[in-house]
């Protein structure tokens, strides 16, 4: 009988929790048993297929699907996965979520075209709205790798390590959006592997110039009250919400979509609008981009 806890039910070891506070990423090696990695790749090609059917990849065939875990039982394992699972209550704690999540399939580009600077932290307006510095990690973001990325050049996340702390990148940007800045770095692993990081990291998409497509889960855990607080749910199907104006059916949390609550959606925000029509805008309020 074993006598000691199985490594993937451990809660992650202070040595690790030293290295992802310095370094702000994890890499995660085996962390997809066979099988599920197998039934992971079949459903990625069922979606991207009936994508591509519905019109819905981009030009150079590339897909970056948000919200994709209804769309197969398999996905949902990936949840509470013990041996990535374990990182995200590590570090985060009981009380969270999964509240973004993104499957991307990126084919090889044979045409890059004009470069392109793509580095970000993730978090959207949480990082123009919240005035610590630096900035609280509030979400960990676990990448799961399904094809072979063990060499650079096959679309590999870039990241900085131990940017998480730097609320900037170093200006001027490079003349070239796909030179790497000071330090950067592409995350290299084997179909399988996973790799967690602090949303804060500094990273971006490389460019796939291999032969080999690029398919890759990404799960983001954050707390479970990045949400709203009160059960105040309106009939929008009665004359009192009809009468509503834009201003207040946003105040009582009407969106056209979840994106459009981080400032990322295609409509106009409400009151935004209502406040550039007055002249009352604050020009010293920083957008998205």
Not at 195 to 212: A, P, Q
């Amino acid at each position: 009988m074993p006598t000691s806890t199985p490594p993937a039910r451990r809660p992650i070891t202070g040595e690790e929790r030293r290295r992802f506070a310095e370094q702000g990423w994890l890499m995660l090696p085996r962390a997809v048993p066979a099988p599920l990695l197998r039934r992971l790749l079949r459903a990625v090609d069922r979606v991207y297929a009936e994508e591509a059917l519905a019109g819905r990849v981009r030009r150079d065939r590339s897909l970056h699907l948000l919200g994709f875990l209804p769309r197969h039982p398999a996905f949902l394992e990936l949840l509470d996965l013990p041996t990535t699972f374990r990182y995200a209550w590590g570090l985060l704690g009981w009380n969270l979520h999964v509240h973004h999540c993104h499957l991307d399939v990126n084919p090889p580009v044979t045409d890059p075209g004009a470069p392109v600077w793509a580095w970000h932290q993730d978090g959207g307006r949480q990082n123009l709205e919240l005035e610590t510095s630096p900035r609280p990690m509030l979400s960990v973001k676990l990448a799961y790798l399904l094809t072979d990325l063990s060499e650079t050049g096959r679309g590999n996340t870039r990241i900085i390590p131990g940017s998480h702390r730097r609320d900037t990148l170093a200006r001027p940007r490079p003349e070239l959006g796909h030179e790497e800045p000071q330090g950067a770095i592409q995350v290299t692993g084997r179909a399988g592997d996973a790799f967690v990081f602090d949303r804060r990291l500094w990273h971006s998409r490389s460019v796939n110039t291999s032969g080999i497509t690029r398919k890759l889960l990404f799960l983001t855990y954050t707390y479970r009250w990045v949400r709203p607080r009160d059960d105040m749910e309106i009939d929008r199907d009665t004359d009192l919400w009809r009468r509503l104006t834009p201003v207040r059916r946003q105040l009582l949390g009407d969106g056209p979509d979840a994106m459009s609550h981080w400032g990322l959606g295609t409509d106009a925000v409400p009151l935004r609008e209502e406040l550039r029509r007055k002249g009352l805008l604050d020009p010293t309020v920083p957008q998205l981009r």
